[in-house]
């Protein structure tokens, strides 16, 4: 991910209210997690799974926070039961911040099969979308997210690609 777009993810979450950001390790988002984890507005809460961050993102709704969960691609596919269950049932708002992979002109082959799995799956939970493709619609993008996510309480997604992760 691009610095630009890194550090405009971290004023939007900023803008957006969120104190909590629980993160799965992702070479897609290396920067803007060292970043977040640096920063001391927000909790930063490491995760070895993805259904453990979700639950995480719960637990903080409930005490009182503004969660969002970084995760990779592939890892939203490891989150869908505990965000189905939990967040859907519950009513719990979360954001997603996921690097949309499998685009045309992503050239890694592993990745061409999340071109067909993301944005179904996320129509599937019924958890509404948006694709950020331009650094410069970053910061209001999150907050229109955060913003939605709760008066709905209902996750949110963001998918990064274009030109925020080349």
């Not at 993810?9 to 799965?24: N, P, Q």
């Not at 269950?85 to 519950?90: I, P, R």
């Not at 685009?103 to 939970?125: C, K, S």
């Not at 998918?159 to 080349?166: A, D, M, P, V, Y």
Request: proline content about 7%; some cysteine.
């Amino acid at each position: 991910m691009k610095a630009e777009a890194s550090e405009a993810i971290v004023r939007g979450l900023k803008s957006a209210g969120v104190d909590l950001v629980a993160i799965l390790p992702d070479h897609g988002f290396d920067r803007v997690q060292k970043r977040i984890a640096e920063d001391e507005s927000f909790t930063f809460v490491p995760v070895s799974n993805e259904g453990i961050g979700v639950g995480i993102c719960a637990g903080a709704f409930f005490g009182g926070k503004t969660p969002a969960l970084m995760i990779p691609t592939s890892g939203f596919l490891v989150a869908t039961w505990p965000l189905a269950s939990l967040h859907q049932l519950w009513n719990i708002p979360l954001l997603l911040l996921i690097p949309y992979r499998g685009e045309v002109g992503d050239a890694q082959p592993v990745m061409r099969t999340y071109q067909f799995t993301t944005e179904p799956i996320l129509r599937d939970l019924q958890i509404p979308y948006v694709n950020v493709s331009e650094i410069a619609k970053i910061e209001g993008a999150i907050k229109d997210a955060v913003s939605s996510a709760f008066a709905w309480q209902n996750p949110i997604c963001i998918l990064f690609s274009g030109e925020t992760l080349r």
